[in-house]
């Protein structure tokens, strides 16, 4: 496995702890699909949560929360709608998430989580 999947999966492990510490219920990982990839899948209350978890070393190279683009949210809207089809859960609310994880390895890492970006 290369570096960067090694960082990408400790960084959804991290980002799955940090939610379920909060009371938010991780139901569901890596989903793929022809149409693209859900990080985590989780429900808050009535709300199913979409969330795109993005991993860095460092800021070096910007804040990870930088690379969600406009067409990556759009995509997550309809992977959200299809990842209900296909597991016939179907909540009163959706939630788009951001969870960006700083992990150099040398230190603690830190979780930022950003609610609704969607």
Same mark, same amino acid.
């Given at each position: 496995?290369?570096?960067?999947?090694?960082?990408?999966?400790?960084?959804?492990?991290?980002?799955?702890?940090?939610?379920?510490?909060?009371?938010?219920?991780?139901?569901? !990982?890596?989903?793929?699909?022809?149409?693209? =990839?859900?990080?985590?899948?989780?429900?808050?209350?009535? +709300? @199913?949560?979409?969330? =795109?978890?993005? +991993?860095?070393?460092? @800021?070096?190279?910007?804040?990870p929360? =930088?690379?969600? +683009?406009?067409?990556?949210?759009?995509?997550?809207? +309809? @992977?959200?709608?299809?990842?209900?089809? =296909?597991?016939?859960?179907?909540?009163p609310? @959706?939630?788009?998430?951001?969870?960006?994880?700083?992990?150099?390895?040398?230190?603690e890492?830190?979780?930022? !989580?950003?609610?609704?970006?969607?």
């Amino acid at each position: 496995m290369k570096a960067k999947d090694v960082l990408g999966r400790r960084g959804e492990i991290l980002a799955a702890d940090y939610l379920e510490d909060r009371g938010i219920r991780v139901i569901d !990982h890596n989903w793929r699909c022809r149409n693209g =990839e859900i990080d985590l899948v989780a429900v808050d209350g009535d +709300t @199913l949560v979409i969330a =795109e978890v993005k +991993t860095r070393r460092s @800021l070096r190279y910007g804040h990870p929360f =930088e690379s969600i +683009t406009p067409a990556k949210m759009a995509r997550l809207r +309809t @992977l959200a709608v299809l990842w209900s089809r =296909e597991h016939a859960l179907f909540l009163p609310a @959706l939630r788009i998430d951001a969870l960006a994880v700083i992990d150099s390895g040398r230190r603690e890492p830190t979780v930022e !989580h950003l609610k609704g970006v969607g």
